[in-house]
């Protein structure tokens, strides 16, 4: 299975990722690492583990709508067969959703519904978490749509939230469990056991 990770940061999860498929535990490699940002660490890591990178900016392409193309041509160029998001902070455009369809995943640090949508990303989930006052945290890998966080959910893990937490100390205990999450549904899929949204919901209404 061939995987392209868009990232925008620091790529811990890419990194994750690569580490799984190089021991073996996941029976997939890295095709390409895709960021909006030029100076975006999973750029880094991506070029220490020999993985080809694209820089992909609607700046640098000419335009949203020029992104989305060049986006969704190099997805093909790499023979792409699952899209990961991971830290990616750009929604994707019509004609790449279109393309990939059923092939493109995202990971969030916190349990949706709850957390997430627009400005909800990194440190500022993990705020909002503490000022709810909930008791439990997570992460969530879900099927990716046209909005933020609102794609069919695959799969959660829950944290428990401490009453000495801050938001870096929340954060950390969630992002180790999210890597984890992120290679379990990857192997998934790698395996074949992962069902496309538009089959799962077929199965159940037959």
């Known amino acids: 299975m061939r995987i392209a ?14 580490d799984a498929c190089a021991s073996g535990r996941l029976a997939a490699r890295v095709g390409v690492v895709i960021s909006n940002n030029a100076a975006a660490g999973a750029l880094r ?45 750009k929604r994707l455009g019509a004609l790449t959703l279109a ?22 990303y990194g440190l500022n989930v993990h705020r909002a978490v503490l000022a709810a006052g909930v008791k439990v945290s997570g992460a969530s890998v ?8 609102t794609g069919a959910l695959i799969k959660q893990v829950c944290v428990p939230v401490e009453l000495a937490d801050t938001a870096q100390s929340l954060a950390a205990r969630v992002q180790a469990a999210e890597r984890e999450l992120v290679i379990e549904v990857l192997a998934a899929a790698a395996s074949g056991r992962l069902e496309p949204p538009r089959q799962r919901q077929a199965s159940a209404t037959s």
């Not at 990971?107 to 627009?118: D, I, M, N, S, V």
């Open 5 to 18: 990770v868009l990232a925008s940061g620091e790529g811990t999860t890419l990194q994750a990722v690569l």
């Open 142 to 149: 879900h099927w990716v749509d046209a909005d933020y966080d």
């Open 99 to 120: 393309h990939f369809a059923g092939r493109i995943i995202n990971t969030h640090p916190a349990l949706l519904p709850q957390f997430g949508g627009q400005g909800m």
């Open 45 to 89: 890591r991506a070029r220490i583990a020999g993985v080809p990178t694209r820089h992909l900016s609607a700046a640098s392409a000419g335009g949203p709508g020029a992104q989305d193309q060049a986006l969704s041509r190099t997805l093909v160029e790499f023979g792409t067969d699952l899209v990961l998001l991971a830290g990616y902070m």
